[in-house]
T-cell receptor, first 114, second 114 residues
Framework: GAGVSQSPSNKVTEKGKDVELRCDPI?????LYWYRQSLGQGLEFLIY????????KSGLPSDRFSAERTGGSVSTLTIQRTQQEDSAVYLC????????????FGPGTRLTVL | AQTVTQSQPEMSVQEAETVTLSCTYD???????LFWYKQPPSRQMILVIR??????QNATENRFSVNFQKAAKSFSLKISDSQLGDTAMYFC???????????FGKGTKLSVIP
C-alpha cells in the first residue's frame, strides 16, 4: 500500500477484555516496529520484527502483551486482560531491512480501557 | 541507555516568526542518528529532518533546520517563517547506528498563532 495502515483507528474496551491491534506495513518493508504513546509521553518502543521473527521483545511491558507477524507482512499486537494503564495510542512503523533510521509510521490505534 | 530530553513542554510562536525547539541527548556511542518528528492531531508521525552524527554539516529541509552540537549533545530545531500548519507536537528522537529502535523525548507542543 501507499503507507502504513492500522486498524482499528479507535478501540474502547472494558477492563479484563482482550484486544487485537492490526498493522499493515508498506509493501516491501520487511522490518516492522510497534511503539506505545501514553498520554503526555513520547513513544516507547515495544517490539521489532525482521520478517516474521521478533529478535527483541524486551520492550513489551508485561506477559499480557504479545505480537506476531505472518507472511512477512501484517502484524497483530494482542493485549490480554486489558488494564486501565494500557490506555494509549499504539503506533506501528515499517522500514526496509537494515534501514531502521528510515521508519515510516502509521496513524496509530487509540486504545481506551474503561 | 540512551535518553532524550526535551525541556520545553509547550511553546508558541507568531505566524511568520522563527522558533527554536530544544533537545539534548545522552549516549556513549560515537555514531548515531538524530531525528525531529512532527505529530499533528491526526496522530501521524511525520519525519521532519534527520541528522547523521558523523556529518558536521547541519541538516536543512526548506524552512526547517537543525543546530547539531555533538560535543554538547544538543540537537535543536529551528522553524523559520512559521505557518499555521506547523502547529503540532514535535518529538526529538535518537537511534544508534545499527540499532532498530528509536528513543523519543516527551515532546514539545508548538502552537502557531495567527
Amino acid at each position: 500500500g501507499a503507507g502504513v495502515s492500522q486498524s482499528p483507528s479507535n478501540k474502547v474496551t472494558e477492563k479484563g477484555k482482550d484486544v487485537e491491534l492490526r498493522c499493515d506495513p508498506i509493501s516491501g518493508h520487511t522490518a516492522l516496529y510497534w511503539y506505545r504513546q501514553s498520554l503526555g509521553q513520547g513513544l516507547e518502543f515495544l517490539i521489532y520484527f525482521q520478517g516474521n521473527s521478533a529478535p527483541d521483545k524486551s520492550g513489551l511491558p508485561s506477559d499480557r502483551f504479545s505480537a506476531e507477524r505472518t507472511g512477512g507482512s501484517v502484524s497483530t499486537l494482542t493485549i490480554q486482560r486489558t488494564q486501565q494503564e494500557d490506555s494509549a495510542v499504539y503506533l506501528c512503523a515499517s522500514s526496509l531491512a537494515g534501514r531502521a533510521n528510515e521508519q515510516f509510521f502509521g496513524p496509530g490505534t487509540r486504545l481506551t480501557v474503561l | 541507555a540512551q535518553t532524550v530530553t526535551q525541556s520545553q513542554p509547550e511553546m508558541s510562536v507568531q505566524e511568520a516568526e522563527t522558533v527554536t525547539l530544544s533537545c539534548t541527548y545522552d549516549t556513549s556511542e560515537n555514531n548515531y542518528y538524530l531525528f525531529w518528528y512532527k505529530q499533528p492531531p491526526s496522530r501521524q508521525m511525520i519525519l521532519v529532518i534527520r541528522q547523521e552524527a558523523y556529518k558536521q554539516q547541519n541538516a536543512t529541509e526548506n524552512r526547517f533546520s537543525v543546530n547539531f552540537q555533538k560535543a554538547a549533545k544538543s540537537f535543536s530545531l529551528k522553524i523559520s517563517d512559521s505557518q499555521l500548519g506547523d502547529t503540532a507536537m514535535y518529538f526529538c528522537a535518537y537511534s544508534g547506528a545499527g540499532s532498530y529502535q528509536l528513543t523519543f523525548g516527551k515532546g514539545t507542543k508548538l502552537s502557531v498563532i495567527p
